[in-house]
């Protein structure tokens, strides 16, 4: 199909929602958008991951956008209730963590939000901070798509990544140039903001984590040690790939 030019859909009157982690992305990525799109049709979504996301991730997130509407949503379950029920933790081939916890429960709350603010028309346009300097998959990626998945029920759904093109340098500059600082974990040495201990993690962050989050990683471990599956694409258990002992 024909997509619209992105000035054509704010003109359409769009709602554009803005999926935020509290990451460095996901912030830069508003500060972009604050830029050009209308305030009333601006909404902030972030997946609310008890016990395994960052302290603090919310408050980031409340403290960075404003005004504009923000919804939290929630999967009916918890990351570790997943893991329990599957028996392993996610793996890079099938990413359950993402979909069940991330995906479905954004979804559903944007649905219901069209639904409720019949304004938009159910014309959507869901905005990631992904960048292609992040790696060779991404790439890959097509900055901007029609969501056909979305796209019922008199939805028109699109997808698009605003700072595709941007370098880490350049998200780091436009935070600071907002006058906002990133979340403190990148402070404390983190290069990505996601779960506390994701699988797609790099040993460094890991092991980052590991000595931020003392608690939070003695349950990881013990979680691997019981299920005999491991949390890191390595394939080697955490105190491994750490070198902390729990």
């Known amino acids: 199909m024909n997509l619209p030019s992105i000035q054509t859909l704010i003109g359409r009157g769009a709602l554009f929602v803005v999926n935020h982690s509290a990451g460095k992305d996901s912030q830069a990525m508003f500060i972009k958008l604050r830029a050009m799109i209308p305030p009333h049709q601006l909404l902030v979504v972030h997946a609310v991951l008890p016990d395994v996301e960052w302290g603090g991730v919310i408050e980031h997130i409340q ?4 005004e504009t509407p923000t919804i939290f949503a929630k999967a009916p379950k918890t990351f570790f209730e997943m893991v329990e029920k599957n028996g392993r933790f996610p ?5 359950q963590c993402t979909s069940d916890l991330k995906r479905d429960p954004i979804e559903r709350e944007l649905r219901r939000y069209l639904r409720n603010h019949p304004e938009f028309g159910g014309l ?7 960048r292609a300097a992040e790696s060779a998959s991404r790439r890959r990626q097509v900055p901007f ?10 939805r028109e759904w699109f997808h698009w990544k605003p700072i595709f093109d941007l370098s880490e340098a350049e998200v780091f500059s436009t935070i600071a140039g907002a006058g906002e600082k990133p979340h403190w974990a990148y402070r404390a040495g983190m290069t990505r903001l996601s779960c506390c201990f994701c ?12 000595r931020l989050n003392p608690s939070l990683y003695r349950r990881y471990v013990e979680t691997e ?7 890191s694409m390595s394939r080697q258990p955490l105190p491994h790939t750490t070198g902390i002992a729990a």
């Open 63 to 66: 403290a960075t956008v404003g």
């Open 91 to 95: 793996i890079a081939g099938n990413r």
């Open 124 to 130: 959507i346009v869901q905005c990631f901070g992904i």
């Open 145 to 154: 798509t029609h969501y056909s998945r979305g796209s019922k029920a008199g």
């Open 199 to 210: 699988i797609m993690a790099s040993r460094q962050d890991l092991t980052t984590a590991a």
């Open 225 to 231: 040690r019981r299920l005999g599956f491991t949390l």
